[in-house]
């Protein structure tokens, strides 16, 4: 069966420092890759999205970026941590256009 | 994207069924409806997806109307567990969408034992 991992679960971060989140999934290939954020109190928002290795699609502009280095790897990285980048950062994976996502159980990020 | 429009929050009793509402006016002949749910915490769950048809899973129904412009997620016996914010998204099949999810503020469900 699949499974996504995501960690860390908590990470507590000073301004100005910078950020890596890992996300694997395990037992398929060649999914679909995305990264949410849900900031305190609201709905989620894409941040990312890839749809092989090496082709990440951005769809807010921020100090955030996402790699893929692997076909089940995917990365969410900053060089300067900013208080607004605080918040629940989801991982999900899916097969096809309309297929559902499953996501991981998020990392909770809080900037200091 | 085509737009869903939910009830802010809805209040049901423990064992008892539940019929969350979604109206989407404006959808599209490929647009595929899914439904997801999220627990304080987690991250969010899928529950149930379908084209035209109705449908049903270990988790709930889906129920489309005729016209597709507006759809009901219902529990068949609510339990505690099922206290969370649910989400009606509209996917469409082609294009570019790639599969992204499109989250509104969804439902807020509370389960009273």
């Known amino acids: 069966s699949q499974t996504i991992h995501q960690w860390p679960a908590t990470l507590v971060q000073p301004v100005g420092s910078p950020l890596s989140l890992e996300c694997t999934v395990e037992g398929t290939s060649n999914p679909n890759l995305y990264w949410y954020r849900q900031a305190a109190g609201r709905g989620l928002q894409l941040l990312f999205y890839s749809v092989g290795i090496g082709q990440i699609s951005s769809e807010v502009p921020q100090n955030l970026s996402a790699s893929r280095p692997q076909d089940r790897q995917f990365i969410l990285s900053s060089k300067k941590l900013l208080l607004s980048d605080s918040g629940f950062y989801l991982c999900?994976?899916?097969?096809?256009?309309?297929?559902?996502?499953?996501f991981g159980n998020g990392t909770r990020l809080t900037v200091t | 994207d085509a737009k869903t429009t939910q009830p802010n929050s809805m209040e049901s009793n423990e064992e008892e069924p539940v019929h969350l509402p979604c109206n989407h006016s404006?959808?599209?002949?490929?647009?595929?409806i899914h439904w997801y749910r999220q627990l304080p915490s987690q991250g969010p769950e899928y529950v149930i997806h379908?084209?035209?048809s109705n449908v049903n899973n270990r988790m709930a129904s889906l129920a489309i109307a005729e016209d597709r412009k507006s759809s009901t997620l219902i529990l068949h016996r609510a339990t505690l567990r099922d206290a969370a914010v649910y989400y009606c998204i509209l996917i469409n099949a082609g294009g570019t969408s790639y599969g992204k999810l499109t989250f509104g503020q969804g439902t807020i469900l509370t389960v009273h034992p």
């Open positions: 404006t959808i599209s002949g490929t647009d595929y």
């Open positions: 999900a994976w899916g097969q096809g256009l309309h297929s559902p996502l499953h």
């Open positions: 379908g084209l035209t």
